[in-house]
């Protein structure tokens, strides 16, 4: 036997960012949008909701919180590279969609307690979304349906979404989930304060994110019996030891590894060209640094898929 001890793959992920000064000042001032949301709250259920978001995100250099580390820079870093999103509005509408989305997947998903804090504190993100988008539509001279359209087709997609019939309708019901995140530059849009293209930018970016998540998840998924994109990427035989693996202790782990490799570099192969798509239209426009997070972001997801697993 061999005493060399190979290292586990790092799992599937985006190429980091290099953020520019100002835009790690942007980053930092989400989390403080944040915070003016969480201070409408009653004093004792405000108080233990930003402990509860000051454990969120904890870096070197950010040890009270940095909540939008936890979000890959081109899904709000387009608040930088438009002007008119340099507005406390804008900014407040953008991160209390990004958060609003996390904390109701960690609520329906156990991840966070329901005590009345956390509950209170999605209510006021909900608040936030519908009187700051309501605000910008009146500003911009946008649709004050918008608001409604976005938050609606959100709402049905996470609660109840239609089952799948193949890996193309797995990704329009994400793209569906998604519409709380592209509210804010779909207003930019309507309202003619920068040309289209930033609301499909965020859109591919979010669904690029969901397949890279079900790549590197896909032990758990597997265990839990989850089909993800890597279970729709594979044939009839794949699926099946998929969610027989799912019913019987620790038999997710060794049926990925013989199984999975392969599909899950198609479905990393698929990010990887939303990613590009974008970044190609991003440059089109004359929005370089966009495009440059574009292509950062991909170079990670093409590593990721070349890896072996």
């Known amino acids: 036997m061999s005493g060399t001890v190979h290292a586990a793959a790092p799992a599937p992920g985006f190429g980091a960012v290099l953020e520019t000064p100002d835009v790690s000042a942007l980053r930092s001032r989400l989390h403080s949008r944040v915070l003016e949301v969480v201070h409408r709250m009653p004093g004792p259920l405000a108080d233990s909701a930003a402990a509860l978001l000051d454990r969120h995100g904890r870096t070197q250099t950010a040890d009270q919180g940095d909540l939008f580390v936890l979000f890959p820079a081109p899904v709000w870093s387009f608040l930088h590279w438009v002007p008119a999103a340099r507005h406390p509005h804008a900014e407040r509408l953008h991160a209390a969609a990004l958060l609003l989305h996390l904390w109701d997947d960690h609520l329906t998903d156990r991840q966070l307690a329901p005590d009345l804090a956390a509950l209170q504190l999605r209510t006021e993100l909900w608040r936030c979304v519908e009187q700051d988008g309501a605000a910008l539509c009146a500003d911009w001279g946008a649709a ?5 359209r976005h938050t609606e087709r959100y709402l049905c997609a996470t609660h109840a ?4 019939v193949d890996l193309d309708a797995y990704c329009a019901a994400a793209r569906e989930q998604a519409a ?4 804010l530059p ?5 309202g003619g304060r920068t040309t289209a293209g930033w609301s499909a930018l965020v859109e591919e970016f979010a669904l690029a994110w969901r397949l890279v998540d079900d790549a590197a998840d ?7 019996g989850i089909r993800s994109a890597v279970w729709w990427e594979l044939p009839g035989a794949g699926r099946a030891r998929w969610d027989a693996a799912s019913r019987r202790a620790g038999g997710a782990a060794p049926f990925v590894a013989a199984g999975c490799a392969e599909a899950v570099g198609r479905v990393l192969a698929r990010a990887a060209a939303l990613l590009g798509a974008a970044a190609e239209r991003a440059a089109a426009a004359g929005e370089e640094g966009a ?6 972001a991909r170079a990670g997801v093409l590593t990721s898929a070349r890896r072996p697993s």
């Open 218 to 224: 896909v032990h758990r998924d597997a265990a839990a």
């Open 161 to 164: 979404p239609r089952p799948p």
């Open 144 to 148: 004050p349906g918008l608001v409604a």
């Open 180 to 183: 709380v995140w592209t509210l």
């Open 186 to 190: 779909r207003l930019l849009e309507t």
């Open 291 to 296: 495009a440059t997070e574009l292509l950062t």
